[in-house]
């Protein structure tokens, strides 16, 4: 067992983990926290993508152990945000959902991209989702929804001049 | 898949990591930026009883810098490079191959270090490091040695690195201005490992250049002819096809079929094409 001490969506816990006990399952199994979907479980698929200080990172190839003094934000915990807001009303009016299972991941993604200034054209959209496995849709209408989102957010704070 | 029952710490500094690896009859592994380890744990292709976590070590994660060397902790991500939050030595060559190197979220966790210590064949930064003609600093619970990169790659997913010992730095000696590079990563997907993989670097005012093949069945292979041929800058292409085919079959324990010789030798080509512009 491990001792973590870390800051999960705004709130701090402490709590004993096993240590192998990975970060995807922490979040899902203890705190119903089922937005992160795990997939292939080796770092591929990227549906289990969440915000490990800030940045994406792999819950399924994170050990819960070694989140201790780290602040994670699962997909739960940006409701908020302003740049998820904008890929939330986009996704939505153009349909970048299907059966849903990619889709946390890809919302944390896109996030990214936008607040990175990495959403400026189609291949570089693309070129960013590469870490995200989409099964359902053939990615023209998540493409487009990040892509009709960072125009619709304009210059994002940290964003490449 | 889960991994089988472990024991974890977090290292507080290097001594006590070198202690943990030195317990009699357990298996340890150590873990930098865990993107290999955990997902290897995860299919139970590697069980060890205890990861011991140097991620966070102030002394792992520096960088410095002197006139000619840049000298990069072992748990620097690959993200830092390719954001360029570190110093390059390399005019532009490690942040691109930052770029393309598997997925931003594996990028802001994965480490320059675990990288070259893993030794994946298909991987990026050995490749790349011995191109650069960069060393390893290898820590033991007794000393301390350097091993150039291009010795320090022995095989698929082997190294000089004893089961006791930590890789803590990588120094990687500055290019100069009128350096030039290529690099060419074939891959059908991006992100994705590389089917081949090349590097040329090309530096005149120091006298050097070199030329390696990576994804390789082996370790990187430095190819000698091709290297000759790229000190001269005007590059002949019909030379530079013949030069390389000579170090792809010279390099016997090598098992290409048809098909990957044929990438290597485009891959090499290319990156030297670059390098020689």
């Given at each position: ?120 054209s189609e291949a570089e959209i693309r070129a960013g989702l590469a870490g995200n496995l989409c099964r359902c849709t053939g990615y023209t209408n998540i ?19 | ?93 490690m942040p691109q191959v930052a770029e393309g190197l598997a997925y931003r979220a594996i990028r802001n966790r994965g480490t320059l270090g675990g990288s ?21 600093v290898i820590a033991g619970r007794n000393a301390t040695r350097s091993v150039m990169c291009k010795e320090f790659v022995t095989g698929v997913f082997q ?119």
């Amino acid at each position: 067992m491990s001792r973590v001490r870390f800051r999960l969506n705004g709130a701090d816990l402490a709590e004993d983990v096993a240590s192998r006990l990975s970060l995807a399952d922490l979040l899902r199994d203890r705190h119903n926290l089922t937005a992160t979907h795990l997939g292939c479980e080796h770092g591929v698929c990227g549906a289990c993508t969440v915000l490990i200080d800030g940045e994406p990172a792999r819950s399924c190839l994170t050990l819960a152990a070694a989140c201790d003094e780290r602040e994670v934000e699962s997909l739960e915990g940006l409701v908020a945000d302003p740049i998820i807001a904008a890929l939330r009303d986009s996704f939505h009016r153009r349909h970048a959902v299907q059966c849903g299972f990619c889709t946390p991941g890809m919302l944390i993604s896109a996030r990214d991209l936008i607040r990175r200034g990495r959403a400026d054209s189609e291949a570089e959209i693309r070129a960013g989702l590469a870490g995200n496995l989409c099964r359902c849709t053939g990615y023209t209408n998540i493409v487009s929804a990040i892509a009709e989102a960072a125009v619709a957010l304009g210059p994002v704070e940290g964003r490449r001049t | 898949m889960k991994p089988a029952a472990v024991d974890y710490v977090r290292a507080r500094s290097l001594a006590e990591a070198l202690d943990l690896l030195a317990r009699p009859n357990v298996e340890a592994r150590v873990m930098a930026g865990g993107q290999s380890l955990v997902a290897m744990m995860n299919l139970r292709i590697a069980s060890p009883d205890l990861v011991v976590d140097i991620a966070r070590l102030p002394e792992l994660t520096a960088v410095t810098e002197e006139e000619s060397t840049v000298f990069y902790g072992a748990c620097v991500t690959h993200a830092a490079i390719e954001d360029r939050r570190v110093p390059d030595p390399s005019r532009g060559l490690m942040p691109q191959v930052a770029e393309g190197l598997a997925y931003r979220a594996i990028r802001n966790r994965g480490t320059l270090g675990g990288s070259l210590a893993l030794a994946d064949p298909a991987a990026e930064w050995p490749s790349v490091l011995i191109a650069l003609d960069a060393a390893a600093v290898i820590a033991g619970r007794n000393a301390t040695r350097s091993v150039m990169c291009k010795e320090f790659v022995t095989g698929v997913f082997q190294t000089r690195l004893a089961e006791d010992e930590i890789l803590t730095t990588i120094w990687v000696p500055k290019l100069s201005v009128e350096a030039r590079w290529g690099y060419v990563k074939l891959a059908r997907k991006s992100g994705e490992f590389a089917a081949s993989l090349a590097v040329a670097v090309r530096d005149p005012a120091r006298g050097y250049a070199r030329v390696v093949v990576g994804a390789a069945d082996g370790a990187p292979l430095i190819l000698d002819n091709a290297t000759r041929l790229c000190v001269g800058g005007a590059l002949d292409h019909a030379a530079a096809r013949s030069a390389i085919a000579a170090d792809l079959a010279r390099a016997a324990d090598r098992q290409f079929d048809d098909f990957h010789r044929n990438l290597h030798a485009v891959a090499a080509l290319r990156a030297m094409t670059q390098a020689c512009a």
